[in-house]
């Protein structure tokens, strides 16, 4: 049982040093290629520096969230890990549930809190070959707020962005009914 292996690089390294690096023969590949950062990152990235300058600070929270949780929140067909070690054992369906950990554990922390999340969502997907869709999600939280004060954030990220959008109430479970909506770009 070896710690230090965690990818299958690591048994390729094991392999080089026991073969000797001086007896290896660098060796050119016959493919030119150059990097560049995806589409995503960008997206993310130009997001993330504009809601940094609103004042909104960013975190990034586990992929797995708490049974309670799962319970507490009726978050049903949510996907379970065969052998977690801990109570963090389902995939967060959203960014909601950890974000809502998050504001409820710094009570200290002065008012307004303004937080912000891009990251990971799992949800069942029966089309898909392993019946899991993963999407990155975006999690905005300014507590305490109103109607007006979330337009002006939305209204100037969009703007950022040039980017048309439309506001949509939806009910979204465990929120406040009227007090939740969609944003909505292209229908």
Not at 4 to 28: F, R, T
Not at 39 to 45: L, M, N, V, Y
Request: proline content about 3%; aromatic content about 6%; hydrophobic content about 35%.
């Amino acid at each position: 049982w070896r710690v230090d292996v965690l990818h299958e690089v690591d048994l390729i390294e094991d392999v080089a040093i026991a073969y000797g690096y001086n007896n290896l023969s660098p060796e050119m590949p016959n493919i030119s290629t150059s990097g560049e950062e995806s589409k995503q990152s960008i997206i993310k990235r130009k997001l993330s520096e504009i809601l940094i300058g609103l004042g909104i600070l960013e975190i990034s929270t586990y992929h797995l969230i708490k049974q309670d949780e799962v319970k507490n929140y009726a978050l049903k067909d949510s996907l379970e890990l065969l052998d977690s070690k801990n109570e963090y054992k389902y995939l967060r369906p959203n960014l909601l549930v950890a974000m809502l950990r998050i504001m409820s554990e710094n009570k200290d922390s002065e008012y307004p809190q303004k937080l912000f999340e891009i990251g990971r969502v799992f949800n069942r997907n029966h089309q898909k070959e392993n019946g899991i869709e993963e999407k990155d999600n975006l999690l905005i939280s300014i507590s305490p707020s109103n109607a007006t004060e979330i337009k002006k954030h939305l209204d100037y990220l969009f703007k950022m962005l040039n980017i048309e959008y439309k506001i949509k109430e939806k009910i979204i479970q465990p929120l406040i009914d009227g007090r939740t909506c969609s944003i909505l770009i292209n229908d």
